[in-house]
């Protein structure tokens, strides 16, 4: 089965200083994955997705993440924090090998971010 | 574009009540939508997945009965609540696949609706 573990329930950093948020996926294929925001209250807005192609994804908000096969990873990073960053971030993977099926979560990552 | 909305995006209602809640894609397509649902400081559980014109599919532990889903068109799908109780009070989020290649499969989210049952 499809799974994703956020290894950091809670990330904070100092604006201006670079971001990490680690996920790692297990998959029975070759997966597409996904990272997600969600500010308060709100839905998610994807970031970024990788699916099969580059191995090195570049998003919106100046977030990347890199697909790292050896290491089952796909940690999401930001070279410097804004406060505008700080939200709950979901690492996901899709559920099924094809494309747009349903999307199995992480338990989030809060990422706070201070002046 | 690529606008998914959902409504209401807050309800209260009393224990034993049924609350039906709307998914819509605004400017495209969607053969299928997806229900989720998200605990407090939680993750999102996928609960259904809801096909236009079919039955939807359910996730294992999800009681078809009491959630209630209806892909009636291509730009519409409801979940209903049914003899809601306090432990259905949650955060339920839709997203729509668009039905063209040119989105390219992407799953589009709504905002959310907040469930409160008394």
């Known amino acids: 089965a499809q799974s994703v573990t956020q290894l950091d329930s809670h990330v904070s950093v100092s604006e201006g200083t670079p971001v990490l948020l680690r996920c790692n996926y297990s998959s029975s294929y070759s997966p597409s994955l996904f990272w997600y925001v969600q500010h308060p209250n709100k839905g998610l807005q994807l970031l970024l997705k990788?699916?099969?192609?580059?191995?090195l994804v570049k998003g919106i908000n100046g977030f990347e993440a890199e697909f790292k096969k050896s290491e089952t990873s796909f940690h999401l990073t930001k070279p410097s924090a804004h406060m505008s960053d700080a939200a709950e971030y979901f690492c996901a993977v899709s559920k099924a090998n094809q494309a747009g099926t349903a999307l199995i979560f992480g338990k989030g990552t809060t990422l706070s971010v201070s002046s | 574009g690529a606008v998914v909305s959902q409504h209401p995006s807050r309800v209260i209602c009393k224990s034993g009540t049924s609350v039906k809640i709307e998914c819509r894609s605004l400017?495209?397509?969607?053969?299928?939508m997806f229900w989720y649902r998200q605990f407090p400081k939680k993750s999102l559980m996928l609960m259904a997945t809801?096909?236009?014109?079919?039955?939807?599919?359910?996730e294992q532990g999800v009681e078809k009965d009491k959630f209630l889903i209806n892909h009636a068109s291509l730009t519409l799908s409801t979940l209903t609540v049914t003899s809601a109780h306090p432990e259905d009070s949650s955060f339920y989020i839709c997203?729509?696949?668009?039905?063209?290649?040119?989105?390219?499969?992407?799953?589009?989210f709504g905002p959310g609706t907040r469930l409160t049952v008394l």
């Open positions: 400017d495209f397509q969607a053969t299928t």
């Open positions: 990788y699916t099969s192609a580059a191995t």
């Open positions: 997203s729509a696949r668009a039905y063209t290649g040119g989105l390219g499969n992407e799953q589009f």
């Open positions: 809801s096909n236009e014109g079919s039955k939807a599919t359910y």
